[in-house]
């Protein structure tokens, strides 16, 4: 028969066993970070129709997506969790609770030019709280401090969130005279971390035709460095002469005093008025998330706070903060820089029962007792001489083997064999329960990431 | 602005809060039960190139596949998780040890005539051992096994595992000189639970072309009825004539054999003559699930034992033996049959911190302090009186309510509220953690189906 290769499409995620044991381990903190802090699961389709998907409609997004016909449907692969977030709100508003806290972790496509970390299929980790009407700032300080918790139970340790607040610019640019252009500076100073600041500058003074000392004034705003205390300190400086700029100073000193009580210790945030955030939809408090000493990176984890969800399926005014992890990209980041964890078990199994006899009956009656009590197991059935069984064990790194044999059939004890240490014991199965259990506490506190 | 009609395609599942808080109880419990018996998780592209989705090529598949081009890519949805598997193993078969263990839960497509019950984006949950170039039949007891300890978890407790050989099958036709006719014959058998035993005799005697007496020994044979220890009776009165025949009998017996060992208990399985799969592709154990006492249902995991996974991809003999449940089309089936407990907590959360007074510091620090404990916590900051508070956890379902005013801020305590009975005490966050912790290990106990 002629063979079809077995080839998986460039930019689509496909792991290995143990590298999918440790995205497994980052989906399961992810969802277990999320719960604990109070949201909800929300799972949507993959496939939406496509006037749904493109209500908001737009050049980007329109030529990435997966679109496509089935009879006379014309349907689309979602592109990311927040349009389907939004119409789910709407069709749904009357049957929901507000604020409606809600986690999805799901894959989005986008159709991309392929290169080296970047995907076409990806999943996003997002939050998002949704108020009617209006919606209390606290949740404001809530979503980078969700965040904060799910980096930290990683094992991340070295990471900055970002926070700014879109009125602190808007009002500093209409102080300046920029309102107009505001939008378009915002775009550019959206890029300082990749392009730099004199480039960003050159784009104030040639493209957006500010003139040197305006274009200096903006700089030197954007552009101010301290600590949260001196930059609160700064723009109260600044505050007293505009609405908008000072009910945004009034918002980010909520938001930078809450984020103690919430668990987020100072040394993992920083006010950083260079944060805009490109999409015009955020109006507060805006987020980034960079690993400390890594800038080449960018923000593995951003959003913010907008006003109006879902304008283009109802009148219902949806305001909303919101945060989205590209868990692909992450992971994928996470891997190339050697930060993930190689002492993590990645093993599909904690305990490998091999039978020593013909008798497969007590092994698999012991495989049954260490499965009940939460042991992961398998049983090695396979008609192999023993040094192939124990090098199944040892490929996959199965921690523990249970040996038995003629001899521990007729005690009624079992063989525990400690792959790690090469150490074995004969023991009670109750008795190889315990010890084995104790053993893998210890190794299932290990986090994910190891820097 | 012109609003889109917020709309979720027909055929696409998509659960209100509650529901969805009990679909993904059921993922986490198979996840679990997966894990815990030793099987890696997997995950493979939604999309695929459609030349590898579709190298088995076949009618009905080919006729539902969602399949579109972007730029001159030809690629398709996944239809199901076994081609993605036999893609996986056959690209990677040098990387992986064998015996592979793995699971796999996620979404599969299929454009079928949408109507009640049916899905056209459904979740799968498979698991499957693959052997590379043979595979004990131990297996063939083990996925059954993995299958009775998911659903025991859920709380099912009136189902039966109803298990067949395939060798037993074919022994018999060779037997009967029918050896021709027997896929179209199993095929036609494959229907007895929906049409019953007579119209199957009538495609037997017409279509077929079976003689009178002939018809009536193959369905003397399927229909035998009786316990596993009789039917093996049964069937051992048959054997010694034909070597196919008698493996399947071996192979049945080394099956039902091992399964008590394994946990299953004698009530939950039972060997059905008439299970025959109408899938060319499996060879020796078959399987399929029932509820008890619904017929009408159908079969609600299936899968059995085959020779060759991969056949399209490489020459490699990859035996394995698999079993799918078809999760979407269960919990629509459950929730149908009011077999969903309501007893579960679905709420997002399990306390809401509720602070009274301008303090919202210490209402988040307390809510800081629950969370690290692993109690699911939010936060109600909204501006609004304390009944529209509390109405809030009410209609959400959130089981206690931890009140913050003045007095619990003079007196450094929280008021504890349970929202079920109404009691309510003021005591020291610490010991609240405790007394919150000790009540909510008993509601975690509840199991997700109530028959």
Same mark, same amino acid.
């Given at each position: 028969m002629d063979k079809v290769p077995p080839r998986t499409l460039s930019g689509f995620m496909e792991l290995l066993p143990e590298k999918q044991a440790l995205m497994e381990k980052m989906l399961e903190t992810l969802r277990d970070t999320y719960s604990v802090c109070g949201f909800a699961p929300l799972d949507t389709p993959a496939v939406e129709s496509a006037e749904v998907l493109l209500a908001k409609g737009g050049g980007e997004t329109e030529k990435q997506i997966y679109r496509f016909s089935k009879g006379d449907t014309d349907l689309a692969l979602r592109f990311d969790l927040t349009v389907p977030l939004a119409k789910y709100v709407a069709a749904n508003y009357s049957?929901?609770?507000?604020?409606?806290?809600?986690?999805?972790?799901?894959?989005?496509?986008?159709?991309?030019?392929?290169?080296? $970390? &970047?995907?076409?299929? !990806?999943? +996003?980790?997002?939050?998002?709280?949704?108020?009617?009407?209006?919606?209390?700032?606290?949740?404001?300080?809530?979503?980078?401090?969700?965040?904060?918790?799910?980096?930290?139970?990683?094992?991340?340790?070295?990471?900055?969130?970002?926070?700014?607040?879109?009125?602190?610019?808007n009002g500093f640019f209409q102080l300046s005279g920029l309102t107009e252009k505001a939008g378009d500076i915002m775009r550019a100073v959206d890029k300082l971390d990749k392009i730099g600041s004199g480039s960003v500058r050159d784009i104030l003074t040639g493209e957006l035709m500010l003139d040197s000392d305006l274009a200096d004034r903006v700089m030197q705003f954007i552009g101010f460095r301290g600590t949260t205390a001196e930059?609160?300190?700064?723009?109260?400086?600044?505050? $007293? &002469?505009?609405?908008? !700029?000072? +009910?945004?100073l009034d918002e980010l000193v909520a938001v930078a005093g809450l984020l103690p009580s919430l668990g987020v210790s100072e040394e993992h945030f920083a006010i950083d008025l260079t944060i805009a955030r490109g999409l015009d939809y955020y109006t507060g408090t805006v987020y980034e998330t960079v690993i400390d000493g890594h800038p080449e990176i960018g923000s593995i984890c951003s959003g913010g706070r907008y006003d109006d969800l879902a304008e283009y399926y109802t009148d219902k005014k949806l305001p909303g903060a919101?945060?989205?992890?590209?868990?692909?990209?992450?992971?994928?980041?996470?891997?190339?820089q050697k930060l993930l964890n190689e002492s993590v078990v990645t093993a599909p199994a904690d305990v490998l029962v091999i039978p020593m006899t013909d008798n497969i009956a007590v092994p698999a009656a012991t495989a049954t007792i260490l499965r009940n009590a939460g042991i992961r197991t398998q049983i090695y059935a396979e008609n192999k001489k023993i040094k192939q069984k124990l090098s199944y064990a040892d490929k996959l790194g199965i921690p523990f083997v249970v040996l038995i044999g003629e001899d521990e059939l007729k005690a009624g004890v079992v063989t525990v064999k400690n792959m790690e240490t090469g150490e074995q014991a004969s023991k009670p199965v109750a008795l190889a329960v315990n010890d084995i259990k104790a053993a893998l506490n210890k190794k299932d506190a290990l986090h994910i990431i190891k820097e």
């Open positions: 049957r929901l609770t507000f604020p409606f806290r809600r986690y999805q972790i799901g894959k989005v496509w986008r159709g991309e030019r392929a290169q080296r $970390g &970047r995907f076409r299929e !990806f999943y +996003q980790a997002d939050i998002d709280v949704i108020g009617d009407g209006k919606l209390d700032i606290l949740n404001e300080a809530e979503i980078p401090a969700v965040i904060f918790r799910a980096f930290t139970a990683m094992g991340l340790s070295r990471f900055t969130i970002r926070i700014n607040n879109r009125r602190i610019l930059t609160l300190d700064f723009l109260k400086g600044c505050a $007293g &002469r505009n609405q908008v !700029f000072d +009910q945004g919101g945060i989205s992890i590209g868990l692909t990209r992450l992971f994928y980041i996470l891997d190339e």
